[in-house]
């Protein structure tokens, strides 16, 4: 193993601790991921502010990565069930491929074990997410909203990872509010 230093720095923020440059910084690359979600113009979030991040900065300072955490309290079942809902991550197109996703879900995972989050939740590309234990889940997403009832929202499956050795439940998943 190289004793060299990591060119790479994940750091966890809460979303209140965002400097200003982080956040000039951070809704450019959103909106480099994102580039359909122009309410990232005005706001460093799509839907609803994120309680945490982990950003990811390069050796030189440049923000490169991201990812927000949604502290939830969702329904499953109608059982209230605590998650951390991923959201929002993204890597800076030259900075793809060098392995940053699974390094922040690593740093956010580690962090909700220490908080008691039983699961960790996302709508992604099992292709992306899969390594880093995420498994597609078949519940049915329910939704308040009559169109997230007629046209599915969710750009990708919904994945969960098991963080407490429970294994996730079966039944209808409520968000109870926006997704994420």
């Not at 005005?42 to 923000?63: C, D, K, M, N, Q």
């Not at 990872?161 to 994420?180: A, D, H, I, K, N």
């Amino acid at each position: 193993m190289s004793d060299a230093p990591s060119p790479f720095s994940v750091v966890h923020r809460r979303d209140s601790e965002i400097t200003a440059s982080e956040d000039y910084n951070l809704r450019h690359l959103l909106l480099s991921g994102f580039p359909y979600e122009t309410i990232l113009l005005t706001r460093r979030y799509i839907r609803e502010v994120p309680a945490h991040r982990w950003l990811v900065f390069a050796s030189s300072g440049e923000l490169i990565a991201h990812t927000a955490l949604h502290d939830k309290t969702i329904s499953v079942a109608g059982c209230d069930l605590r998650i951390g809902g991923i959201a929002e991550v993204c890597v800076a197109h030259h900075f793809r491929g060098r392995g940053l996703v699974k390094n922040m879900l690593a740093e956010a995972h580690a962090w909700m074990r220490a908080e008691g989050i039983p699961f960790a939740m996302l709508f992604g590309h099992p292709r992306v997410y899969t390594s880093s234990g995420y498994k597609v889940i078949d519940n049915p997403i329910l939704s308040e909203s009559s169109l997230v009832q007629t046209l599915n929202p969710f750009k990708g499956k919904p994945m969960v990872l098991p963080l407490s050795g429970t294994p996730w439940p079966p039944g209808p998943v409520s968000l109870r509010g926006p997704y994420f």
